[in-house]
């Protein structure tokens, strides 16, 4: 008797804490209609793995969301069933407007209302960062999706407003992913580690040189995730090195000039 209860306590303990996501950002170069039909296939057979993948400088033309359905469509000839979302082009004021996007299995996540990009600070923030809220089983998380402007434009100007964004959506589980062009490090993500925010990434470089230097191959630590450690726990995280499938570091740079990275969340 005591092992059959022991045995239910376990089962309702599993359907009760939910499932472990897998959740991929990558910043995929200038993604749009340029894209050949073999690399629209390695970038799917490169985030296939995964459940939720957030992607980063999507042409904000049309060949932006072109180049996102043909992925969609690649994985699901593929792979398990996948959904996507695009946004609309962000507002770009400097001149460097472009979307994101979302893609998910669905039968890992369910996406919960519309998608946003945040009018928040949208004077402050040149591309503003694009909202999504997903579902695994009873369990809530917002993904919020990023990139900063460059690291000589001085990212940190507009990423010190991020501090505000856990008191103006107080009900999300937040989880900032994208390429900051920032480390870590920064001073400027301070106020959300008072807040019990954490990156998932520490000292990890995910940008790729033009030559690898003494087998050194990735140049700077701009990628990451920032999530709640009070109410997410980090299961596996790392990155993908895709680039060693390429002769070269400029074959692989025709791909992106970062590299995916990810973390598996409970």
């Known amino acids: 008797m005591k092992k059959y209860i022991f045995l239910i306590l376990c089962f309702i303990s ?20 340029s894209k050949s039909n073999s690399e629209i296939q390695f ?36 792979d398990s069933k996948w959904d996507y979302v695009i946004s609309n082009p962000t507002s770009g004021f400097t001149g460097s ?11 890992k996540v369910k996406k919960i209302g519309e998608s946003w990009l945040s009018l928040h600070y949208a004077q402050e923030i040149d591309r503003e960062p694009f909202f999504c809220r ?6 809530i998380f917002t993904i919020v999706n990023y990139h900063s402007i460059t690291k000589a434009k001085h990212p940190e100007s507009e990423i010190k407003y991020f501090k505000f964004f856990p008191g103006l959506y107080s009900n999300d589980n937040l989880i900032f992913c994208g390429d900051f062009n920032l480390p870590q490090s920064h001073t400027v993500f301070n106020p959300l580690r008072k807040m019990g925010y954490r990156s998932v990434l520490v000292g990890q470089k995910t940008t790729l040189r033009q030559k690898c230097i003494q087998q050194g191959c990735l140049a700077s630590e701009f990628d990451n995730f920032y999530y709640n450690s009070s109410f ?32 598996e969340i409970k």
């Open 14 to 33: 599993v359907n009760c804490l939910g499932q472990n996501i897998s959740i991929c950002s990558w910043n995929l170069k200038d993604f749009g209609k």
């Open 43 to 78: 970038i799917a057979k490169t985030i296939m793995i995964f459940d939720v993948v957030a992607l980063q400088e999507v042409v904000a033309g049309p060949g932006g969301p072109q180049a996102v359905a043909r992925l969609a469509d690649e994985l699901n000839r593929m």
């Open 97 to 107: 407007a472009e979307r994101y996007a979302f893609l998910w299995k669905t039968s």
């Open 134 to 139: 997903f579902k695994s089983k009873d369990k």
């Open 232 to 263: 997410i726990s980090i299961v596996r995280s790392g990155l993908v090195e895709f680039y060693r499938s390429f002769p070269s570091l400029r074959a692989a740079r025709l791909i992106s000039d970062h590299i995916p990275i990810f973390a």
